[in-house]
């Protein structure tokens, strides 16, 4: 038995749960046994990407002690759109 984070975060809240799990648990198991589906209902496992500490992995990937679990929410904006938008407002307050 082992202990690792699941972290999930909306704009206005962040959720990081510490669960024990059993060696050989995978990631998709540990995100069931946090119960954070209940709490979230939206989260779809199907098509949300998840990660271990920033690097995307696969639902079957085997977890070690102390690993922190990701769930991604989809993007709002591209981010080279979002550096565009920001670049255009930067110009402008330039030019006045």
Known sequence: MFTV????????????KKITVQE?????????ISNLLDQFPDIDL????VGI??????PDT???????IEIYRPLIIEPKDARR???????RQYQT
């Open 5 to 16: 984070e699941i972290a999930y975060a909306l704009p206005d809240l962040q959720i990081l």
């Open 24 to 32: 050989g648990c995978t990631v998709h198991e540990a995100i069931l």
């Open 46 to 49: 199907t098509k949300r990407k």
């Open 85 to 91: 938008q920001r670049a255009k407002i930067k110009l």
């Open 62 to 68: 085997p977890l070690q002690p102390n690993d922190r």
């Open 53 to 58: 500490f920033g690097k995307f992995a696969h």
